[in-house]
């Protein structure tokens, strides 16, 4: 199984000792204060320090584990995919108001398309992009670093990191309305604007805006996906769009490639595989996008309700195939100037970025299984992630391992692509007015 399991085994954290400053949690969903360590003490799997409060607040001496203290320093090393750590959270809505540390894990690593920050999810269920500085790791947590987040979060934190780094996201632009769940039911909101993993809707019922991760099943288009794929999820679904005509929707729709016949159909499911894979191996230097179906069309015509998204295909073309391997050390010199750059690839899929910058995927069968391996632009074979990392810091390469996935039934030149947004010309006054008490 793919996914991230551990909270950041590559960050050091040093023991704690008498005499150090510290950032400590006074309850839950609560900012983090600075604090004074003044004794420590082992104690079963964690530490349990006693610390002092540097603010005048009530109870200023208590006893409390390391899994709810954090260093008061920034890490000296880049953090990775499900690190613990406390983060400054700044609230859009009131600019006035004091930025605080508050508990989450880290979802995204620093690359160029998100400016190098830190995408953290924070156990209130809130996500906001935070830069370097401006991160803290917790001293200590468990190996499955969900088990540290907030029952309110956990299950979604779970399943992100173990589906890592498979992330559904919807496409969204600028003024495209849709429904957003908030408080158990769901609303009429419009996106005001986007920022790398992340969007801003706008809710017209309370005047209020909100950043929420596009990932997220609180967004209607997503949520119906999953639905869709028979994934059950506690939320209320939104109002069906069925018996009623296109032009009277008002939310964003990305229409489905596979029905449910489909799904059900063995055969069908063999040969879309099949054609999946020959898209695979087609790697090339410039990317054209294609919406054509992979698979045949299916022998009864789909009900246009039933047709909720697209899936997108980058057809690569214009051949410019890694090098023919020779015996080699591999150095900066391995980085080919006859492909793609990086920068010129922030609008595709992450994991399609290097299949259109000279490198190429190949899935083989080893003992009965498929197995994954990358060839570099130099025509060197990786077969895992740690060669992989060893051979983009010996490169000095720009490419980070999150572009990356050893997974045979991942597609890396497939993403969900929002078509259109129909907003409809009515709306009702009456559904308009909420009272909140």
Known sequence: MTGVGVGGPGCPRPALAPGQVVLAMRHAFGSWMRASVLEVSSKAQFSVCKVRFEHKVKNAVVSITARHLAYADPAPVRLTIGTRVVALFSDVSDSTKRKSFYSGVIAEMPNPVNSYRYLVFFDDGYAQYVSHGDVRVVCECSSLVWEEVHPFSREFVRQYLRAYPERPMVRLHEGQSLKTEWNGKWWISKVLKTDASLVQVYFEADNRSEWIYRGSTRLAPLY??????????????????????????????????????????????????????????????????????????????????????????????????????????????CRRADVLPLRELRTYNPLARPLLSGWERQIVRYKGRKEVMYRAPCGRRLRDMRELHAYLRATQSDMTVDLFHFGAGTHCLAEFLLTRCIVSKKVSVKSAKVSFK
């Open 224 to 333: 119906l996906e999953l639905q869709a794929a028979e994934r059950p999820r506690n939320r209320p679904l939104p109002r069906s769009t069925q018996n009623r005509g296109i032009e009277k929707q008002n939310m964003p729709y990305v229409e489905y490639t596979r029905t449910e016949e489909q799904e059900q159909n063995k055969a069908d499911a063999q040969t879309q595989q099949q054609q999946q894979e020959e898209y695979i191996k087609r790697q090339r230097a410039v990317a054209k996008k294609s919406t054509a179906l992979p698979t045949p069309p299916p022998k009864h015509p789909q009900p246009l309700d039933n047709v909720m998204s697209r899936v997108v295909y980058y057809t690569p073309k214009a051949a410019v195939k890694p090098l023919k391997m020779v015996p080699h050390s591999c150095g900066p010199s």
